[in-house]
């Protein structure tokens, strides 16, 4: 497991011009990292408690959540969805 990697996939799929790559295909964009089985999973899902857990910096969690296109006011709330999982 590496947190470095974990949170370089998140920095490098919210760019503006490399993100593309993450959306057309999430799965071979990831692929370029070493990820852990956990980690991959967490940035495929997307699991954003997960990827916190696993050692995401929050600030590049919220990148990525807003990089989906989910609403700002909905984060606290996924997160806690998620948490009660």
Sequence with gaps: MSRYQLNKAMYEGTRPGPGA??????????????????????LEAPDFDAILALGGLPNLVY???????????????RLAR???R
């Design 21 to 42: 790559a993450l959306a057309e295909d999430r799965g071979r964009f990831l692929a370029r990292f070493a990820l852990s089985e956990a980690e991959r999973a967490a």
């Design 63 to 77: 990148r990525y959540y807003r990089a989906h296109g989910l609403p700002v006011e909905g984060f606290r709330d």
């Design 82 to 84: 998620e948490r009660a």
